[in-house]
T-cell receptor, first 113, second 115 residues
Framework: RKEVEQDPGPFNVPEGATVAFNCTYS??????FFWYRQDCRKEPKLLMS???SGNEDGRFTAQLNRASQYISLLIRDSKLSDSATYLC??????????????FGSGTRLQVQP | NAGVMQNPRHLVRRRGQEARLRCSPM?????VYWYRQLPEEGLKFMVY????????ESGMPKERFSAEFPKEGPSILRIQQVVRGDSAAYFC?????????????FGQGTRLTVV
């Protein structure tokens, strides 16, 4: 089983739609959670951290469910500029200290005019 | 505060040559990560380094690949005797430490093409 799993998509949605991505992680000791965004042939950029209580940043809402080991990202009122690949990222503290960020393969979003 | 700097941005090597990819972390960051991304695929972890130490190299191929992060200077990812399958984008990321919710910041990547 992959450590971090995402539906690869693509998700094709019209402008203004609400879209949700889920991500599951296998290691219950995982400690930190993030959503990154990657545009075509560019470097990944942090979109938002994900906190246990859930957090919101404008049109974006992230949720964490530790019991079921999944995190989600909700995008409201989709814009054309939201078209990108969204990467779910998890870290955990191993025996030797912090382990590197572990990335899911990403979910592609294409917002249509 | 300059971001993570990678060079070169593009690198072309013939099969059998060596490739050296450089990464200068953000100022104040002492943790460096290297990732590889094949065309149309996700990011794959390769190695995690702190100054003068390799912390986790579980994602590094056993042969031809090596990485270092010396006390002075950039982190180097070295690929010896490159093959066509090494063609990919190689991204470096840095972070300031290991605190909770400490995110990493990425460089623009080096695109290696093996001909």
């Amino acid at each position: 089983r992959k450590e971090v799993e995402q539906d690869p998509g693509p998700f094709n949605v019209p402008e203004g739609a609400t879209v949700a991505f889920n991500c599951t992680y296998s290691n219950s000791a995982s400690q930190s959670f993030f959503w990154y965004r990657q545009d075509c042939r560019k470097e990944p950029k942090l979109l938002m951290s994900v906190y246990s209580s859930g957090n919101e940043d404008g049109r974006f809402t992230a949720q964490l469910n530790r019991a079921s080991q999944y995190i989600s990202l909700l995008i409201r009122d989709s814009k054309l500029s939201d078209s990108a690949t969204y990467l779910c990222v998890v870290t955990l503290r191993g025996d030797t200290g912090r382990r590197a960020l572990t990335f899911g393969s990403g979910t592609r979003l294409q917002v249509q005019p | 505060n300059a971001g993570v700097m990678q060079n070169p941005r593009h690198l072309v090597r013939r099969r059998g040559q060596e490739a050296r990819l450089r990464c200068s972390p953000m100022k104040g960051h002492s943790h460096v990560y290297w990732y590889r991304q094949l065309p149309e695929e996700g990011l794959k972890f390769m190695v995690y380094l702190q100054k003068e130490n390799i912390i986790d190299e579980s994602g590094m191929p056993k042969e031809r690949f090596s990485a270092e992060f010396p006390k002075e200077g950039p982190s180097i990812l070295r690929i010896q005797q490159v093959v066509r399958g090494d063609s990919a984008a190689y991204f470096c990321a840095s972070s300031p430490g290991t605190g909770r919710n400490t995110e990493a910041f990425f460089g623009q990547g080096t695109r290696l093409t093996v001909v």
